[in-house]
Structures are given as structure tokens and as C-alpha cells.
């Protein structure tokens, strides 16, 4: 590609909310950002850039279609279901995506999730501040049961970096490894490599950390919840639709398991009527686990990499060809 490329973000903001800076991918083109785009919008906004970058926004056949100037797509994520590859390969245009970038701050998120059902450190902070230990007739108090994790088993489904990563915090906590992948899993110190649901029976925990496919969506249903210790917890920082989120409101009414932390939902935002937005023993954080400012801006210099990569003939992180 030569001269200036006409570059435009459609969806800047969950990327940068203003405390990062677009310099690196104002330097190779002339650059348009919008904040977030309707979906009505999406053509208009794109109408001549021979570079396009988005998060969440879709870009279906009949947006890449309309788009005759189109030449690169650019997706500020690892996921690209966004995006009709088979459309973008049929006219020759490049795909890429951000292979990884915050493998340290997901595992980390799945941990903050983990420690929030075995602690309850918000709600007796909470209740700290509200007076409630101003009036306690003892020196301590707690309302849910607090549980070590030391010698608990993490059943991790899903063993790529990010699985890996969770696993060392699971070790550094005194945990047992239980890992599943469909990928072989090479031998590592301390990790016993099982079957799924040899997984879902023994774990005292179990963290998704696998892809969203066909075969995967609602890998956690209502057989898979009945296998559980009524003692577990299920951690999802990864996909939503890997869990029927039906079945786990009700497994969780009839305590079937003891407690759910998810930083994913089937939808995003979630409507209003979504049973788990009030279903006991169970935390819902708004798909925060890859915003650490650290994975940011890691998303951003890559996704920069990657634009300077296809601009020079060498495209990179492609996921189309």
C-alpha cells in the first residue's frame, strides 16, 4: 500500500477511554475515531477508509460489501466473530486480530472472582462501613462461610496461556491443577490432565478458560452443574455462551453448587429480565477481566504493529489466510 491510508475506528472506546494515546496509528494514516457506532452507521463511517479497526462493532457481509475501498480489517480483540471472514476472503481483505495481551490480567480477574465467593470481602467491608461492627458484640464477624483454598482442586477447562496462568496462581495458593484442553497438554510439574467430566465431578472449582465453538457453546449445562460438588464454585472469564446461564440460575436457586463468578454473560449488555443478575451466590462483573490499562495498552501497540505490518506487505496476526 502506498501513500497516506484513510484508517477509521469504529469503536475506540472500550480500548481507549481518553487515557491512552492514538499517536502510533495517527503516524501511518489519516485517522477517524468514533467512540461507538450504530449499527445503522457502520456503513456511512466506513465509506472509503481502506482500513477499518473494531472491537464489537459487526461487520457482516453487507457492511464489507458496501465497502469497495476496504482492504484491511482490523479486530481490536482476540475473538473475531465479528467480523464474516468468509466475505473478507472472498474479496481479498485482510483480517487480523490481537492474538494475545492479557493473559496475566485475565488469570488474575479469575482469581479476584474466586476470592470474592470464598471471602466476601466487599459485603463485610460493606457492612463495616454501614456500622455493623461499631455494634458487635464480638470482636469478628462473618455472614458467609470463609473457605481456604489451599489443597482445593481448580479444574481449569481450556489449558492455552491464559488456563496455564490461572493454574500458577491456583499453585501459589496451595491448590491442585485438574486441566482439559482438546489440544494435548504437555507434562507440567504438578498438573493432572483429565478427562472433562472427571473435571466437573472432582474440581472444587472450575474456571473456563476455552474458546467459544460450536462444540463448546453451553459447555456448562444443566447435566454438567449436576455433576458438581454442591461445595464448587464456577468461574467464567471467557465466553458467556459457554455457560447456559438458565440452568446455572437454577442450579444455583436450588444450590446445587455453592456460588458463580462471571465476568461474561450470553448478552452483553445483559437485558434487564437475565436471571443471574439476581441469582443467589452469584457475582456479575461487567466483561472487565482484559481492561487493565497494562493489557491495554498492549491491545493498542500490537493493534498498531499490526496495521504497520499489512502497510508494508507483511501482514501479521492474519486469521483469514
Not at 467464567?236 to 438458565?246: F, H, Q
Amino acid at each position: 500500500m502506498t501513500g497516506q491510508p484513510k484508517i477509521v475506528v469504529l469503536d475506540g472506546y472500550a480500548l481507549n477511554p481518553g487515557d491512552l494515546d492514538w499517536s502510533g496509528l495517527e503516524a501511518i494514516g489519516e485517522c477517524t475515531f468514533y467512540d461507538r457506532t450504530p449499527p445503522e452507521e457502520t456503513i456511512s463511517r466506513a465509506q472509503g477508509a481502506e482500513i477499518v479497526l473494531t472491537n464489537k462493532t459487526l461487520l457482516a457481509r453487507d457492511e464489507i460489501e458496501a465497502l469497495p475501498s476496504l482492504k484491511y480489517i482490523g479486530i481490536l480483540a482476540t475473538g473475531f466473530n465479528t467480523v464474516d471472514l468468509k466475505s473478507a476472503n472472498e474479496l481479498k481483505i485482510t483480517v487480523t486480530n490481537i492474538p494475545t495481551y492479557g493473559t496475566d490480567s485475565v488469570a488474575q480477574m479469575a482469581f479476584a472472582l474466586l476470592l470474592s465467593l470464598t471471602q466476601r470481602v466487599d459485603h463485610h467491608a460493606r457492612t463495616v462501613r454501614e456500622g455493623r461492627w461499631t455494634s458487635c458484640p464480638d470482636f469478628c464477624y462473618w455472614d458467609y462461610p470463609l473457605i481456604e483454598l489451599a489443597d482445593l482442586k481448580m479444574g481449569i477447562v481450556g489449558f492455552g496461556r491464559i488456563g496455564r496462568a490461572t493454574g500458577k496462581l491456583a499453585q501459589a495458593f496451595g491448590m491442585q491443577v485438574l486441566a482439559y484442553d482438546t489440544i494435548k497438554i504437555p507434562a507440567t510439574d504438578g498438573i493432572e490432565v483429565v478427562d472433562l467430566d472427571t473435571l466437573f465431578r472432582n474440581a472444587d472449582v472450575v474456571s473456563l478458560h476455552c474458546p467459544l465453538t460450536p462444540e463448546t457453546e453451553k459447555l456448562v449445562n444443566r447435566e454438567r452443574l449436576a455433576v458438581m460438588k454442591e461445595t464448587a464454585f464456577l468461574i467464567n472469564t471467557s465466553r458467556g455462551p459457554l455457560v447456559d446461564g438458565a440452568a446455572l440460575a437454577v442450579a444455583l436457586k436450588e444450590n446445587q453448587i455453592a456460588g458463580a463468578a462471571l465476568d461474561v454473560l450470553e448478552i452483553e449488555p445483559p437485558p434487564a429480565d437475565n436471571p443471574l443478575l439476581r441469582a443467589k451466590n452469584c457475582l456479575v462483573t461487567p466483561h472487565i477481566a482484559w481492561a487493565t490499562r497494562s493489557a491495554r495498552r498492549r491491545l493498542l501497540n500490537t493493534a498498531v504493529q499490526n496495521v504497520k505490518a499489512f502497510v508494508t506487505g507483511t501482514p501479521q496476526n492474519v486469521v483469514n489466510g
